[in-house]
């Protein structure tokens, strides 16, 4: 049975930080329903990897290897994929990084890091890709926020802030550039199996508070987040922007 609305056939996707976790997941998800997609990173061993990957499951998958924090390095990039790969028709802004720290010793360093990596980074990326996109009129946007869009937690006040950034920073895309055919949405994950939560997975008293603090019960699998992207990314979201879509066990639905 054939579902049009959510068919990304012909569409081209650029998943930043997709060598893992839930950027590799994505990529993964987004190609099964026929997209062609563009894995990013930093390490280009990780990402041939992925890309090696992806493409001996029979799927359509290109390799660029970019630091999205560096704005000239993302823009020659993006220029770069649009003359020699394709159009791109779908964003997914997932790069990101963590670090705990009480907040009253917080580095400076990482402050910094943290502001570049997962803020700049959304507004670089977003902004050379839209400036293609408002010239043909239409394409999607999907950033990855947090439950700590809306949540904090001790020792990742600086995350929080960031994820708070990217929250707002989705609401100002879409504010702006709706008016051109853009849909910009988020994803807000709760509490994933991912390589940037490894530390909390293996400590036992985190997973076991977890579990008691989510009325599902227990972790999610990066898996579980494929079907709001590809609502998102698909014809079905035409009329949905702005909104960020909590994907979390009901955590934050619940106290």
Same mark, same amino acid.
């Given at each position: 049975?054939?579902?049009?609305?959510?068919?990304?056939?012909?569409?081209?996707?650029?998943?930043?930080?997709?060598?893992?976790?839930?950027?590799?997941?994505?990529?993964?998800?987004?190609?099964?329903?026929?997209?062609?997609?563009?894995?990013?990173?930093?390490?280009?061993?990780?990402?041939?990897?992925?890309?090696?990957?992806?493409?001996?499951? /029979?799927?359509?998958?290109?390799?660029?290897?970019?630091?999205? #924090? !560096?704005? =000239?390095?993302?823009?020659?990039? +993006?220029?770069? *994929?649009?003359?020699?790969?394709?159009?791109?028709?779908?964003?997914?802004?997932?790069?990101?990084?963590?670090?705990?720290?009480?907040?009253?010793?917080?580095?400076?360093?990482?402050?910094?890091?943290?502001?570049?990596?997962?803020v700049s980074?959304?507004?670089?990326?977003?902004?050379?890709?839209a400036q293609?996109?408002?010239?043909?009129?239409?394409?999607?946007?999907?950033?990855?926020?947090?439950?700590?869009?809306?949540?904090?937690?001790?020792?990742?006040?600086?995350?929080?802030?960031?994820? /708070?950034?990217?929250?707002?920073?989705?609401?100002?895309?879409? #504010? !702006?550039? =709706?008016?051109?055919?853009?849909? +910009?949405?988020? *994803?807000?994950?709760?509490?994933?199996?991912?390589?940037?939560?490894?530390?909390?997975?293996?400590?036992?008293?985190?997973?076991?508070?977890?579990?008691?603090?989510?009325?599902?019960?227990?972790?999610?699998?990066?898996?579980?987040?494929?079907?709001?992207?590809?609502?998102?990314?698909?014809?079905?979201?035409?009329?949905?922007?702005?909104?960020?879509?909590?994907?979390?066990?009901?955590?934050?639905?619940?106290?």
């Amino acid at each position: 049975m054939s579902y049009p609305l959510f068919s990304l056939d012909g569409r081209l996707a650029l998943i930043t930080g997709s060598s893992q976790g839930i950027g590799l997941a994505l990529a993964e998800g987004l190609a099964a329903h026929g997209a062609a997609v563009v894995i990013n990173g930093r390490d280009r061993a990780k990402v041939d990897i992925a890309t090696a990957k992806l493409t001996s499951s /029979g799927y359509r998958a290109h390799a660029s290897y970019f630091d999205v #924090t !560096d704005l =000239a390095a993302v823009k020659q990039a +993006i220029e770069r *994929i649009e003359s020699d790969i394709g159009a791109i028709d779908i964003l997914i802004n997932n790069a990101g990084m963590q670090f705990r720290a009480p907040l009253e010793d917080f580095p400076e360093d990482k402050w910094l890091q943290l502001l570049q990596t997962n803020v700049s980074s959304v507004f670089y990326t977003g902004q050379s890709v839209a400036q293609y996109m408002i010239r043909r009129r239409r394409g999607k946007i999907i950033n990855i926020a947090s439950v700590q869009s809306e949540l904090a937690r001790p020792s990742i006040a600086p995350y929080t802030a960031t994820k /708070g950034a990217v929250r707002n920073l989705t609401r100002g895309m879409c #504010t !702006d550039w =709706a008016k051109y055919g853009l849909q +910009i949405n988020a *994803i807000a994950p709760g509490y994933f199996k991912t390589p940037l939560n490894q530390a909390l997975i293996d400590n036992p008293d985190f997973s076991s508070w977890l579990e008691k603090r989510t009325p599902a019960g227990r972790w999610g699998n990066v898996e579980e987040l494929v079907g709001a992207a590809i609502f998102l990314a698909s014809d079905a979201s035409s009329f949905v922007n702005g909104q960020v879509i909590h994907i979390d066990g009901g955590i934050t639905a619940s106290l």
